[in-house]
């Protein structure tokens, strides 16, 4: 194992925690940006998909210019961009300047998004092994410290701008600084074989990527379920005090971080498709606890079986995606990672509207039930043979070797 390939692991990580941490701070924060900027409960959900809807922009966008631009310079100017954007959410005064920060917030993590995890696959298949868990392990992390930094800010009542500042202030220079070492894959087995393993153009392509980009999608519903709704349910539905609703995000949180830290080992022991049913099973049973559950308790344990069950879906689902098309792994992540933001943008609202119209005990059965179409695709994460027949992923001289700083 190379130097090279040691700091651009940590390098990646970095970008992983920073990204984890800013995306925390924005959405935790959304009651105080509404009120700083008066954004009427009407408008707020207009606001708020936007971002996702520009964000699948700014992936599909990035399909296309990895074609010519290395993911690594991608990675290295999208990443300053989201944390810009996230402090010119905290500094502007007018309803126009939140518009355009979080345009370009929407845009620049649609990028960020997708060229991390290009540049996480690719360092997974010159590792020769499973790292990729250990890569969102870190953005879990992240998120943690930014949902801490978030309470911090409200507890002490500070302008967003006096929050966010700081954080911006560490987080950008150590990001460009760590840029310098990450690593691409090797551009030209991209160009020379994506048309094989392919097969018959774009259309073949999107429909062998399509299981994945469900199983994307229908774990991202299920995030967005927890995210949005798991404070909602424990207080109105299973009648908990206030300050125990805030706790199932930071369990969840904290349980998706211990799932992807030992996720990699379960996959390298076991296998990617042996993991991912194993992870929507425990989810579904999360889900089916928590639509049960006959007390906030009991709910909490259901939150805590959804964190140790969702957490390896996203991270498994585009290592898979690099392993189906091993020659064209930056455009299949692009096009997945899509998905995330579908699942994302389906999610809340349709916990929502079941909630309203049936129950929200039955609106959680409705994500458990996709969560377990996963079984159905999990043949997909299965290892695809490499040119040695033996079924393991082999680093290749030209991924090893290869920095996005020349090295």
């Given at each position: ?200 153009g774009s259309g073949l392509v999107f429909k062998l990527l399509l299981p994945l980009c469900l199983v ?192």
């Amino acid at each position: 194992m190379t130097d090279v390939l040691r700091r651009g692991r940590a390098s990646l990580a970095f970008s992983f925690f920073a990204q984890g941490a800013a995306f925390a701070l924005l959405v935790t924060r959304i009651p105080a940006i509404q009120d700083r900027y008066g954004v009427s409960d009407a408008l707020l959900p207009a606001f708020l998909a936007a971002v996702p809807v520009l964000a699948g922009v700014g992936s599909v966008t990035t399909e296309q210019l990895v074609k010519r631009i290395p993911p690594s310079r991608l990675l290295r100017w999208s990443q300053p961009v989201v944390l810009l954007a996230l402090l010119g959410v905290g500094a502007g005064d007018r309803m126009v300047e939140l518009a355009i920060a979080l345009a370009a917030f929407g845009l620049a993590v649609g990028a960020l998004d997708a060229s991390m995890n290009m540049l996480g696959v690719s360092l997974q298949r010159a590792y020769g092994r499973s790292i990729m868990l250990s890569f969102h392990a870190v953005y879990s992390l992240g998120g943690i410290v930014g949902a801490s930094l978030a309470w911090v800010g409200a507890h002490w009542h500070l302008a967003l701008w006096v929050l966010y500042l700081p954080v911006v202030a560490v987080l950008l220079p150590a990001a460009l600084v760590g840029s310098r070492w990450y690593v691409d894959g090797d551009p030209e087995s991209v160009d020379g074989e994506s048309g094989a393993e392919s097969g018959a153009g774009s259309g073949l392509v999107f429909k062998l990527l399509l299981p994945l980009c469900l199983v994307m999608t229908f774990a991202y519903i299920g995030d967005s379920t927890v995210s949005n709704w798991s404070a909602k349910y424990l207080q109105d539905t299973l009648g908990s005090s206030e300050q125990l609703a805030t706790v199932p995000y930071n369990v969840y949180m904290v349980t998706t971080l211990l799932g992807r830290t030992i996720g990699d080992f379960g996959v390298r022991r076991f296998g990617a498709a042996a993991v991912v049913r194993l992870g929507a099973l425990v989810a579904a049973a999360g889900f089916a606890v928590v639509a049960g559950a006959p007390g906030a308790w009991v709910g909490m344990l259901g939150f805590t079986l959804l964190g140790l069950g969702l957490c390896v879906l996203v991270p498994q689902t585009f290592a898979a995606a690099g392993r189906l098309f091993p020659g064209a792994s930056d455009a299949a992540i692009a096009r997945l990672n899509i998905f995330n933001y579908v699942g994302f943008l389906i999610g809340s609202p349709l916990v929502g509207a079941l909630g309203d119209a049936w129950s929200y005990r039955g609106a959680m059965l409705v994500p458990m039930v996709l969560v377990l179409v996963t079984l159905v695709y999990a043949r997909s994460f299965a290892a695809r043979p490499d040119r040695y027949g033996d079924g393991h992923e082999r680093p290749r001289t030209a991924d090893v070797g290869r920095g996005s700083n020349g090295l």
